[in-house]
């Protein structure tokens, strides 16, 4: 938090564009809060990529039926995942004790540190570059489960802009076009950290998924993540650039 001043200031502007009703002495609190999250999340790579997990106890996993009912359905799953501080060490464990997991994941431009988070991730999933769509919808319709993250920025291509805290936000609508191809059954996942650990919840099914049309489904995810950061804010990466891409006409948060 010191030193990342560029990482700091877009944090801030997050929090302020999310939670308006803060105090400044409570928007400074939970400034502190993510960074505190962030850092762990930072020590928790090594962990989740190259300690021993079968050596850790039974992860906390609250739901685990909604995902075995989708299973039984005969159909793949997308295992709705977000960008939250635990999401290394959350997959890392859910991972480890789930059978067909297949993470969806975003190549890094460095090549020591792509490959280092491959072959991380690839001891308790299968990761595939989120480019790969072939492969992606193969193991759908193999009726296998898709961890996927949805609830970043990557531009207008293939984006719709959906409100998220009041704010309109560019969402992929990948998530849309996978069901829509495979019929598959949509399914949020979230993690956090507790006093005994991990904590990872599997939610239940998203209603009426890629039924009306892609805004619609994009504006589902958002709202749910939403009123998950009301009860847990400090548990995201909110150093990423959510609202990076503006509506036409509409001036930059980041400046």
């Known amino acids: 938090m010191i030193f990342a001043k560029r990482r700091r200031h877009i944090a801030s502007v997050n929090l302020k564009l999310c939670f308006p009703q803060l ?37 906390d996993i609250i739901g685990l039926e909604n995902l075995s009912q989708a299973r039984a359905q005969n159909k793949g799953v997308i295992l709705i995942s977000f960008h939250q501080t635990t999401l290394e060490l959350g997959g890392a464990y859910f991972g480890r004790d789930q059978d067909d997991i297949v993470a969806v994941y975003k190549p890094d431009r460095n090549p020591f540190f792509d490959r280092a988070m491959f072959n991380g991730r690839n001891r308790n999933c299968l990761p595939v570059a989120k480019s790969n769509l072939r492969v992606t919808l193969k193991n759908l319709k193999a009726k296998k489960v898709i961890w996927y993250a ?10 719709v ?16 076009w996978f069901v829509k191809q495979t019929g598959a059954i949509v399914i949020p996942m979230t ?8 904590q990872v919840e599997i939610h ?29 804010p400090a548990n995201y990466l909110w150093v990423h650039r959510r609202f990076k891409t503006r509506p036409e006409g509409e001036p930059t948060f980041y400046n």
């Open 23 to 59: 105090s400044a002495e409570q928007h400074q609190k939970l400034l502190t809060e993510v960074f505190e999250d962030t850092g762990m999340a930072l020590l928790e790579i090594g962990w989740a990529w190259y300690a021993d997990m079968q050596k850790y106890g039974d992860v």
């Open 150 to 159: 949805a609830d970043q920025d990557y531009g207008r291509a293939q984006s």
């Open 161 to 176: 802009f959906v409100p998220f805290f009041g704010i309109p936000a560019a969402t992929v609508t990948a998530t849309s």
């Open 191 to 198: 993690h956090r950290r507790t006093q005994a650990g991990i």
């Open 204 to 232: 239940p099914a998203l209603e009426n998924f890629a039924k009306i049309d892609d805004t619609t489904d994009a504006a589902q995810i958002m709202g749910f993540l939403e009123q998950y950061l009301k009860k847990y």
